[in-house]
């Protein structure tokens, strides 16, 4: 049986830890908690038996060495905010650990060679847990594209839409600071740049990007005509009939994890989204070219009326479309099994000369349309043979990362960016 610790206990830490502490207990065993915020730790040893398991001890952040020397886990669970998440795979790695990180890996090139130095001085592992790898209509375009279904791929058409709850909650809370995530095209849109790497079984060689904040931040909503403003929606009569505003004193899960923990690190989780101090965008536009001579086109836009995807691909002997709506979310606010669960999911494939027809598969259960299950199953599981080889490693955690870091640098340089210029491609040999 494996051992495992966790560290950073927020809102995506309630995915692992229902899993270890209810369907994977007999396989798992949990042995820590780490994280800054001691009231946070203690919610999450509730949630644990609440799952059906028995509280684990707690350490705070500066005392993670010592977890490791005490408790001895195999493996380390990283799900704090996405700038550390390199301090603490590579110390990880160093204390002899595994590591599964949440997604991004990281947030920039010299974090990544960071890992990739630990990782082979150790030899000891990452997994990024790519949750949408393992949805099952993710997975079916994966297998119609290694059948060949529309011949030779040309061009990829990939437009993600987040709506006005979901995608207006990264503009909240850290997230909203460049320097913690990335911004959305390291944070957000490395799952849908490694569905790319994954689909096309190819990796970018060069990328051109556009992109601002045109919705969010106190100087749109100014041009719009808004003089009402707040910092955050507690304790402001202002926010009351703001429909962007998050009332975490009214969902008992927020309430917890942060509301009743802002006295410890002054942490804000219900930011005004058309506050000061937004330096991430909102409007994306991105063009890539693959190894294998493929052209995507990407967009990103986080406050549009519904949320889900289109995607089209183009090739020799046909078209293959596919057309998600997912049901709406604000992260740990709700159900589990409701974030990034599907409303409709329809793909079609056109070939070029006969009739259309529709791609049959069977939906998953839970969050991320069965994706995180399916991911949880791989992770706590027994291992299986998988031939669409969904489990994620460092590399592809590297790759996933660079073409929203070669985004974010042709956006500030307003120039095309070459794969090549990256060290890190060097030493992957990709």
Not at 78 to 85: K, L, Q
Not at 146 to 169: C, K, P, Q, R, Y
Not at 238 to 265: I, R, S, V
């Amino acid at each position: 049986m494996k051992k495992y610790a966790l560290v950073g206990t927020g809102g995506r830490a309630g995915l692992y830890i229902s899993a270890i502490g209810g369907k994977w207990r007999d396989n798992t065993q949990l042995v820590a908690f780490c994280d800054t915020n001691q009231t946070r730790m203690d919610y999450a040893n509730q949630r644990l038996q609440e799952a059906g398991a028995e509280p684990v001890p707690t350490w705070k952040a500066p005392q993670f060495e010592e977890m490791i020397r005490t408790t001895r886990p195999d493996i380390i669970i990283v799900t704090t905010m996405d700038r550390t998440h390199d301090d603490y795979i590579v110390r990880g790695l160093r204390a002899g650990c595994d590591i599964i990180t949440e997604k991004p890996m990281t947030i920039d090139e010299q974090r990544a060679l960071r890992i990739l130095d630990a990782i082979e001085e150790t030899g000891h592992t990452v997994r990024v847990a790519f949750n949408y790898r393992y949805a099952p209509h993710h997975s079916k375009i994966r297998e119609l594209l290694m059948e060949d279904v529309i011949g030779h791929i040309h061009s990829v058409h990939f437009e993600w839409l987040l709506n006005t709850e979901h995608g207006a909650d990264y503009f909240r809370r850290w997230h909203r600071e460049k320097r913690n995530s990335g911004g959305l095209l390291v944070h957000k849109s490395t799952h849908h740049f490694d569905l790319m790497n994954f689909w096309l079984n190819s990796y970018p060689e060069r990328v051109y990007a556009e992109g601002g904040l045109r919705f969010y931040g106190k100087e749109n909503a100014e041009k719009r005509g808004i003089t009402d403003f707040y910092p955050r929606t507690h304790g402001y009569r202002q926010a009351q009939n703001d429909p962007f505003a998050l009332h975490m004193e009214d969902n008992a899960q927020l309430k917890a994890l942060y509301l009743d923990a802002e006295h410890e690190d002054g942490y804000f989780r219900d930011q005004n989204v058309f506050s000061d101090g937004i330096t991430i965008e909102d409007t994306l536009s991105v063009l890539v070219k693959y190894q294998n001579q493929v052209q995507l086109t990407y967009s990103l836009n986080a406050y549009l009326p519904w949320e889900g995807l289109n995607v089209v691909f183009n090739g020799s002997e046909g078209r293959l479309e596919m057309k998600i709506v997912e049901k709406s979310y604000v992260n740990a606010g709700g159900k589990r099994e409701n974030e990034g669960s599907l409303e409709h999911c329809d793909i079609t494939v056109f070939p070029m000369f006969a009739a259309p027809w529709k791609v049959e598969f069977t939906s998953g259960e839970g969050g991320h349309g069965g994706g995180d299950n399916a991911m949880l199953a791989d992770l706590f599981g027994e291992p299986e043979h998988d031939p669409l080889q969904r489990a994620a490693d460092h590399q592809a955690g590297a790759m996933s990362i660079l073409t929203g870091i070669a985004s974010n640098i042709s956006i500030q340089q307003q120039r095309p960016v070459n794969f090549r210029e990256f060290t890190l491609v060097a030493r992957l040999k990709i």
